[in-house]
């Protein structure tokens, strides 16, 4: 069901385990023995380049899943944004400027993004599960 979604990297954990818990289904733990090679030798991972690449991939998924998720928050903060620059700007100067009509616009068009991405992702799925059981 999530072969498609695997990376080519080290990251197919997380890629799994973020789908399975993305889907609904439960993610155990399991105590794996340690292997004598791995505790004496040298990590390969990168912070600062694969901490970007871990964050990249965990939003990729949650896009592929649930992009309400990622649009919803951002879109609100440049509503918030654009709002508190309006009243700010009507106290102040008694106008409104283009730099808070373009945040409103930027939040508008981002929820309407969020909502197109939604509706494609819920396809996906569905499309998904009825290939699945044929």
Same mark, same amino acid.
């Given at each position: 069901?999530? &072969?498609? $979604?695997?990376?080519? #990297?080290?990251? +197919?954990?997380?890629?799994?385990?973020?789908?399975? $818990?993305?889907? /609904? +289904?439960?993610?155990?733990?399991?105590?794996?023995?340690?292997?004598?090679?791995?505790? @004496?030798?040298?990590?390969?991972? !990168?912070?600062?380049?694969? /901490?970007?690449?871990?964050?990249?991939?965990?939003?990729? &998924? %949650?896009?592929?899943?649930?992009? $309400?998720? %990622?649009?919803?928050?951002?879109?609100?903060?440049?509503?918030? *944004?654009? =709002? /508190? *620059?309006? %009243?700010? !700007?009507? %106290?102040?100067? #008694?106008?409104?400027?283009?730099?808070?009509?373009? =945040?409103?616009?930027?939040?508008?068009?981002?929820?309407?993004? #969020?909502? &197109? =991405?939604? @509706?494609?992702?819920? &396809?996906?799925?569905?499309?998904?599960?009825?290939?699945?059981?044929?």
């Amino acid at each position: 069901e999530f &072969i498609h $979604l695997l990376p080519n #990297g080290f990251s +197919y954990p997380t890629t799994l385990t973020l789908s399975f $818990l993305k889907t /609904g +289904y439960f993610v155990g733990y399991e105590n794996v023995e340690s292997i004598k090679k791995r505790e @004496q030798g040298k990590s390969k991972i !990168q912070p600062f380049k694969n /901490g970007f690449e871990f964050v990249l991939l965990i939003m990729r &998924i %949650i896009m592929l899943f649930d992009p $309400l998720r %990622i649009f919803m928050p951002v879109s609100m903060l440049f509503f918030a *944004l654009g =709002a /508190g *620059l309006v %009243i700010h !700007q009507l %106290i102040v100067f #008694g106008a409104v400027k283009g730099g808070s009509v373009l =945040a409103l616009l930027t939040a508008v068009f981002l929820f309407f993004f #969020g909502l &197109i =991405a939604d @509706q494609s992702a819920a &396809i996906r799925r569905e499309l998904r599960r009825k290939t699945g059981e044929n």
